[in-house]
């Protein structure tokens, strides 16, 4: 086993200054610069260095860097030279500034630091000018120690070697660069770069719209970013953009760009380098690697994102046979990513283990493993080291274990395995020490994320229905995917209610914003919404009352909804609209259909408005698809556009699968925003109920009539079983309505499937209440419990202005 200890921390700044040494020859001043700064990531356990120099009007501009995008630590581009910046205070002392988190949290900028630990240098720089300021930063608990502070001080008088200036107006440039005048446009190109852009000397003009012409035009906005003054700022960039080519698909070109300040008169130029991209591959001894590690680790929300990003920075560079990446969770490795990721590439124990989609090994049954992660630092075993049996077979040529450390803690490891037996060289040692510190804290940022991120999932879950129910004629499937754009919960939501007579009600509504209020706000939505229609209220009354609910709770924001009311007899639908997109139909033969009728605003923004009610005709096998604006609207494209793609979709799909159809639709949506998305096959009921109803007259004989009613009913449908019975039950009912309540009375017959139901509705809402006891001499009371004796099952629901007391026969035959 080969690790880091005290004398390699010795022998750190003598490699440092060794590597510094071959630096400064046979490199061109901008490229010598970076590789000076990248020996700060590798030497000196930063995260981030660059260098500011003065430039006009009394500032520090930052000119170089490398490492994670400055930002995360809320460090500017500039600095006011006499200001009190740590840089400044360092090129105006002359001594280097060591600062730790308490420093930083009582200093001017405290209020644009990020959460979170780190340790800030600032070093002079000496130069033929006025000089200028080396900043690094370190994540590491114990900040920048002596050794890395040497290291920092050697990289400090690197930079300070004379930098010849870049290619001035006038001069031959190299092949493959390019100087362009912000203030005028006029660029000088070197001959490589006409000939990827397909130009003779003699064709080009001096003028970059020029050569902005020949690009794809998708790739414009984001050379714009680059070329124009007002958009870039002091430093370096680096972006790769299409050229167009006379024949074949366009060509990727790479740019590399570095804004220089003006100054005495001087305008700000863009000097930099471009060249293929299929060309521009450094070898596995580019440390230059280690900063497109940390730009990918600083776009990685997830623990997975995070293994996946370590994996493709540094399995091919390597020519490893195999990595993985896992959590550490007590004495356990949870793997998260595997390359190869079939179990056949990997030791016995691990396949023992794989338990779901990816293994769970003991760190117990690997004690060498264990002692490794223990002392915290990138530990080799060569080929023909002695290794437990589950480490051996990894990497049987050779094998390299990465703690990935933050904290103070460990909180993962990377293992790096070979086949064939591999030699260390010391290129590859700094890449994996730096790779393992820039891991260990992006799996820490990542942890954090991936907890927070579950929280709001939960909370999510929690607001939106657990299952959706059993339908009669009909099958339902609902999808619901947050937004990966960050950890605010969203607004969208969805409902299937079950209403009476085989009535079905279809929701979807998305209220405004991304937050904890706006999932409030839509749980009281949802709620409201499903009261209302079990009232028995139509569509229109109840996004009404809904709109009138939301106005009333004096909230700044408002929600869009769709309500969608499904007759799964009749095979018929009214469906009402309030700011939301309209249902899309797919029909059994294949065709699609977006109907465009008008709706009513979104609710809560008018109190009184109309919101109209459209007809829907469903046949069996007719899918009805509600979303919300997350799956059909995008930067890229409109809604109306997004809505044809999600017909295209349905229309290609096979109905009789709607699970499958709601995944497919949903493969392709944008995690920038919530997506809620609802679908429903109308198949229609296999045995219709049949159906009649009367209005019970208020006279002396209303029983009777009812009585006389109902046995004609049962006569004509054939009933014989159980008819006194029935009698029985729509004699109590009505007689209990007009007694208790004032107002029409209606009695409601239904037979299916051997069951007989019958329901009285009143216009008073309250509920007929079962007497505890009775005494002999009571008159009234007992008509509650003679139906309840006598049904299979009765019951109460509201209904718009009263409630139906129902009561349920079963039937012999």
């Known amino acids: 086993m080969v690790s880091e200890g005290a004398e390699g921390r010795r022998a750190r700044t003598l490699r440092a200054e060794l590597a510094l040494k071959t630096l400064t020859t046979d490199l061109d001043s901008r490229e010598r610069l970076r590789r000076i700064l990248e020996q700060a990531l590798v030497f000196a356990g930063a995260t981030f260095a660059g260098v500011y120099t003065s430039g006009q009007a009394d500032l520090l501009c930052l000119v170089e860097s ?48 990020p959460t979170g630990e780190f340790h800030l240098a600032a070093l002079p720089v000496r130069g033929d000018g006025d000089g200028g300021c080396l900043l690094a930063v370190s994540e590491h608990p114990a900040g920048f ?34 100087d362009l005048a912000m203030d005028t446009g006029r660029v000088e190109v070197g001959g490589d ?69 003006g100054g005495d008169g001087r305008p700000a130029r863009l000097v930099g380098t471009v060249g293929d991209a299929s060309q521009l591959r450094s070898g596995v001894n580019d440390v230059a690697r280690v900063q497109r590690l940390a730009a ?34 007590g004495d356990r490795l949870v793997v998260t990513v595997l390359d190869p990721p079939e179990p056949e590439s990997w030791p016995e124990l691990w396949r023992q283990e794989w338990r779901s989609e990816w293994p769970d090994a003991p760190v117990r049954a690997m004690p060498t493993l264990a002692a490794a992660l223990r002392e915290g630092r990138a530990a080799i075993w060569p080929a023909g080291t002695d290794l437990e049996p589950a480490l051996a077979e990894v990497g049987p040529g050779g094998l390299a274990v990465l703690p990935l450390s933050a904290g103070g803690r460990v909180s993962g490891a990377c293992l790096i395995g070979w086949d064939d037996p591999h030699v260390f060289g010391p290129d590859e040692r700094a890449l994996l020490t730096a790779s393992a510190g820039l891991a260990g804290q992006a799996l820490m940022r990542a942890h954090a994320f991936d907890a927070e991120h579950e929280l709001v999932g939960m909370l999510q879950r929690q607001l939106l229905p657990r299952r959706l129910p059993k339908l009669p004629g009909g099958v339902a499937v609902a999808r619901y995917l947050p937004t990966t754009a960050g950890l605010e ?50 569509p229109d009354v109840v996004v009404s009352h809904a709109n009138r609910l939301l106005i009333d709770l004096e909230t700044d924001l408002f929600a869009t909804c769709c309500y969608v009311d499904v007759d799964m007899e009749e095979g018929s639908a009214w469906y009402v609209r309030a700011g939301h997109l309209p249902p899309v139909l797919r029909h059994p033969d294949g065709g699609t259909e977006i109907p465009e009728l008008d709706g009513g605003p979104p609710l809560g923004v008018v109190t009184q408005a109309d919101f109209p009610m459209s007809p829907l005709r469903l046949q069996p096998g007719t899918v009805i698809a509600l979303t ?68 019970v007259w208020r006279v002396p004989e209303a029983a009777r009539h009812a009585r006389r009613f109902t046995k004609r009913t049962l006569r004509v449908w054939g009933v014989t079983d159980e008819v006194d019975t029935i009698l029985l039950v729509v004699s109590e009912l009505v007689t209990n309505a007009l007694v208790h309540t004032d107002g029409p009375v209606r009695l409601d017959l239904t037979l299916v499937n051997h069951r007989f139901r019958v329901a009285v509705a009143d216009s008073s809402p309250r509920t007929p209440v079962k007497p505890t006891s009775i005494g002999w001499e009571a008159t009234g009371g007992r008509g509650i419990l003679l139906v309840e004796a006598m049904s299979a099952a009765w019951g109460t629901v509201p209904v718009s202005g009263g409630k139906q007391v129902w009561a349920e026969i079963a039937l012999d035959r």
């Open 66 to 113: 490398v490492g994670v995008p400055r930002t995360l630590y809320g460090l500017r581009d500039g600095y006011p030279a006499s200001g009190g910046a740590p840089v400044a205070e360092a090129r105006r002392g002359g001594d280097p500034v060591w600062l730790g988190p308490e420093d930083l949290a009582a200093g001017c900028d405290s209020r644009r630091l």
């Open 145 to 178: 120690d002596t050794e890395d502070r040497a290291c920092l001080t050697l990289i400090a008088e690197a930079v300070a070697i004379p930098v010849p200036d870049e290619a001035v107006a006038g001069e031959d440039l190299p092949a493959g660069s390019f």
């Open 193 to 261: 770069i006409l000939t990827l852009f397909g130009l003779g000397p003699d064709d080009f003009d001096g003028k970059v719209e020029t050569l902005l012409g020949l690009t794809v035009p998708e790739d414009l906005p984001s050379l714009m970013s680059v070329v124009e003054a007002d958009h870039m700022a002091i430093g370096d960039r680096e972006l790769e953009f299409r050229v167009l080519q006379p024949s074949g698909p366009p060509k990727w070109l790479r740019l590399r760009g570095r804004l220089l300040p």
């Open 296 to 329: 990918a680790l600083a776009m990685a929300g997830t623990v997975r994102d995070v293994s996946q990003a370590v994996v493709a920075a540094l399995r091919k560079p390597l020519r490893a046979d195999r990595i993985a990446l896992a959590e550490l969770e």
């Open 489 to 538: 919960v969203g607004g969208d939501w969805y409902d299937v209610i079950p209403l009476p007579d085989n009535h079905v009600a279809l929701v979807i509504g998305d209220v405004q914003g991304h937050n904890a209020g706006a999932a409030t706000l839509m749980g009281q939505m949802r709620t409201a919404l499903r009261a209302y229609a079990v009232e028995g209220h139509p």
């Open 628 to 695: 919300t604006d997350g799956l059909v609207e995008s930067k890229e494209a409109d809604i109306d556009e997004g809505l044809d793609r999600l017909a295209h979709g349905l229309a290609v799909s096979d109905p009789a699968h709607l699970g499958l159809v709601a995944d497919a639709l949903l493969g392709n949506a944008r995690r920038d925003d919530d997506v809620a998305l609802l679908l429903m096959r109308y198949d229609g009921l296999a045995t219709r109920p049949r159906r009649e109803n009367w209005t």
